[in-house]
């Protein structure tokens, strides 16, 4: 058992792992014209354009800088919003290992969920074609939105498993890549090339519960709190 101190002190730290989120909040109407840019994104690829959006959306072009400054705006709001589509699960304050691992397959489910999505290899595949080209900034946008973001979320969910005595690593960061690297494979780049790879409900929750096994595997505490 804990002492006092200790378990409260554990409880604090699996407490704050449920802070998932710290973007803005967005309007429905605003996901709504995101979303249409996402489905032009499908469409037309780097083509995307504010006046486009506006048509698509049924909005003014005002409202778009209003909303999202420029067209670089535009696109790192709509990496956010794909983003937030990857939950990070709180985990209980008992540090359980069963809530730790919940909270680990649903960011893996959701995150395969998102980056199999046509929207997301179109995103994509426009971020790679642009990288090194002077372009845009559109490869360090879908970076610092996309995977460094998740990695801010996920890594406090990390961090407190291991003070709760059900992970061991020495670096968190580390420790992301390699549950990240289990979750991905070989599948992001393989859509992104075109393979037709069929990523069913089943598919997905059976590769997430897999990848955090691994996970637990390679980082889980050989000794622990009671419920490991």
Known sequence: MWATDTRGRKKSLLQASANIDTSETLT??????????????????????????????????????????????????????????????PVDREGHIASLTASLERFASDWLNVISSDTSIALNRVAVSHAGSGKDNLGAVVLENGRFALARRLKPVLEAGRQAGLLDFSDAETAFRSFFGLVARDVQIRLLLGDRLELTEATIGGDAARATQQFLALFGAKTGPQGL
Request: proline share 0%; charged share 30%; aromatic share 6%.
């Open 28 to 89: 429905e109407r605003q996901k709504a014209v995101l979303d249409a840019a996402l489905r032009l994104l499908v469409e037309e690829g780097d083509q995307l354009t504010m006046t486009a959006v506006a048509r698509r959306a049924s909005c003014s072009k005002e409202t778009l800088y209003k909303w999202f400054g420029d067209r670089d705006g535009l696109l790192t709001a709509t990496v956010q919003w794909q983003a937030s589509k990857v939950r990070v699960a």
